[in-house]
């Protein structure tokens, strides 16, 4: 009578750990869509996102504002945060403060700019929303301390890209 083969039994619980390990990891770098850059990051960001023609062109300006940023050594702690008051396109730290990006992008030939497009309507559903998601950022990133805060504004005119740093106050 032939030994049984013990081992079977934890090869496949290894392959099944590894088999779920790699899946995890390739959730997490779809989830945090490392950017590959490019002469024409635009086009690299298009499969980021399912979503209408408007929205994948938002989705594009934003891994481009994303990209430029990481650039001039911001780390990115958040993306797209969805809460009832609307939406904070990337919670960004530079250096001890935490800074809150709204990304707009227009046309090289639109009749507004895409920083005049950021009117107090739209400033204040941004702060509504910083101030919503303030205290679990605070917890999570700044060990519960109250960082200084700020709102930039990354406009993307065609393929200019402006970085306005403190454009409107809480």
């Avoid at 530079?94 to 005049?116: P, Y």
């Avoid at 303030?134 to 393929?159: E, Q, S, T, W, Y």
Wanted: with cysteine.
């Amino acid at each position: 009578m032939p030994d049984k083969d013990y081992t079977l039994p934890f090869k496949l619980a290894l392959k099944a750990q590894t088999s779920t390990s790699n899946a995890l990891q390739q959730k997490r770098m779809h989830n945090n869509a490392a950017l590959v850059f490019s002469h024409d990051i635009l086009e690299h960001a298009s499969d980021m996102r399912a979503g209408s023609p408007t929205q994948l062109k938002g989705h594009k300006a934003e891994a481009t504002a994303l990209f430029f940023l990481k650039k001039k050594g911001l780390l990115l702690l958040r993306k797209n945060l969805y809460c009832k008051f609307g939406e904070l396109d990337l919670v960004m730290q530079d250096h001890h403060s935490l800074v809150f990006i709204e990304v707009r992008w227009r046309k090289a030939n639109s009749m507004v700019n895409s920083v005049t497009s950021v009117q107090n309507s739209k400033q204040q559903r941004l702060r509504l929303c910083a101030r919503y998601f303030l205290p679990h950022i605070m917890r999570v990133h700044f060990n519960g301390v109250m960082p200084i805060c700020r709102f930039d504004v990354v406009a993307i005119d065609g393929k200019q890209i402006q970085w306005i740093q403190n454009a409107f106050y809480i």
